[in-house]
DNA sequence: TCTAAACTGTGTCCGTCAGATACAGAGTAC
DNA sequence: GTACTCTGTATCTGACGGACACAGTTTAGA
């Protein structure tokens, strides 16, 4: 999307600067956290597609171009809005073994990227992580010290359990946005009168129909993934 | 991104909708094969950003407004370029067990999410899918038939390796595009001089770098992954 | 064979948006 | 108090998606 020529100088600064001190000039009217908030509530209602500078300028009673004081350009704001919508990560749980860590730390990365569905779309490409972004990466980490891991394994677990959430969330919110419940209803009607065609589907989605289970694809998943992690790491315990 | 006013009844005919017959005006000059694939080699090469009706048309020597006529607008025609791009499953490997069928599908499917790295950004958000996007699923509950999964646990797994192929298929594009070599190194250099504030993190750099393991984020998950849903049709087996 | 209808590609126009630039006022350091 | 610097503003541009009316082309039906 607007991953194009992104200065990530510029970028890294607005990530990762510290508040500078006294200036000369006029006192800026702004906070970037403000700058921020105004653009997620903006896309929180309206998706990235109604996020435009003007509706955040008029929404702070300031001109468009006043933002570019702050911010050099559309996507680094989306970059900001997405450290801040995220925030800092949750203390761990405490008496909590690694897999109630994950478990945990999974549902809470889920929960905010159902928060603010325009996350999802501000999360591809690549992109030059803040400072939120690690403290969630360094809570995975942490949970998997001591687990015979290798510091590999510990950071591909990280990328699995982000990818299941973000994933997740995105279904959650496609199957929120349209009038029919479930997930199934959707490909149900367009398997009308094509059953030949995809047979084993049709099997699946009347047996899924016939279960009436409701969505689970987040539970299933992450019950799935923390089980092969879980086996991994006695078998790593085994041979040592 | 477009996923605002999209039509849903022309979307639909215009991924379902089968050849109609011999029509009244004169002969169109186009295919939408020849429009999708136009547009899939310049996405290719510079990303949705990239790509505009304007150059889709001059690839074709046609007007913008012509491509009107076969595509309802710039998302049908990014609905249409990734029904294309990903084109049909490939056969499922015979004499292969679930489990082989299932790990040779997600590499599949990450291949294609390689080949077209814009294709990430299309899929966030509510779409309908196309035929090719369900033969694909098709294969997945297929594959898992007769295993002892229910309807919506199949399906459930086809969310769970969907999302993984395709999360990191964006992973392994980001390091592709940044000049430096590993995922790690611009983590490392986020790190210097903040090594007490991620600690976990650090150190698991640290040892990921002497392991000098390469890139095998794709793998391991899909074997953590493979080995949960292993497990659970284990246990299914056993209780019954 | 002729005519009317339907479909195609084109030219022109509009609204929206991101961003560049020049400028006037505000506040601070010397 | 003066010069410098930073802030917010006003104005403008270029790119893009898409609407609309029109002219040319091909076929269906008389």
Chains 1, 2 share one sequence.
């Not at 945990?104 to 990227?113: E, K, N």
Request: no cysteine; glycine share 10%; hydrophobic share 45%.
């Amino acid at each position: 999307m607007e991953t194009g020529g992104t200065d990530n100088r510029r970028l890294y600064e607005l990530l990762w600067g510290t508040p500078s001190g006294p200036r000369r000039g006029p006192r800026p009217t702004l906070t970037l956290d403000a700058i921020a908030r105004s653009g997620i509530a903006i896309a929180d209602a309206d998706g990235l597609d109604g996020l435009t500078m003007q509706r955040v300028a008029e929404s702070l009673d300031v001109t468009k171009m006043a933002l570019y004081r702050y911010v050099p350009g559309k996507a680094e704001l989306v970059a900001l809005m997405l450290e801040t919508a995220m925030g800092e990560p949750p203390p761990p749980r405490t008496g909590a073994d690694w897999r109630g860590q994950l478990d945990d730390w999974a549902r809470q990365l889920f929960d905010r990227f159902r928060r603010h569905p325009w996350a999802n779309a501000a999360t591809v490409g690549p992109r030059l992580p803040g400072p939120n972004e690690l403290a969630w990466l360094e809570r995975v980490v942490a949970a998997l010290t001591g687990t015979g891991l290798t510091g590999g394994e510990q950071l591909d677990v990280a990328v699995l359990l982000v990818g299941h959430a973000r994933n997740l969330a995105q279904h959650a919110t496609a199957t929120a946005e349209t009038p029919r419940q479930p997930r199934e209803a959707g490909f149900a009607t367009l398997l009308r009168g094509r059953e030949e065609r995809f047979p084993a589907l049709d099997a699946a989605l009347r047996s899924a129909a016939a279960e009436a289970a409701g969505d689970q694809a987040l539970d299933f998943g992450l019950a799935r993934i923390l089980d092969g992690i879980e086996a991994l790491i006695a078998a790593r315990a085994a041979t040592r």
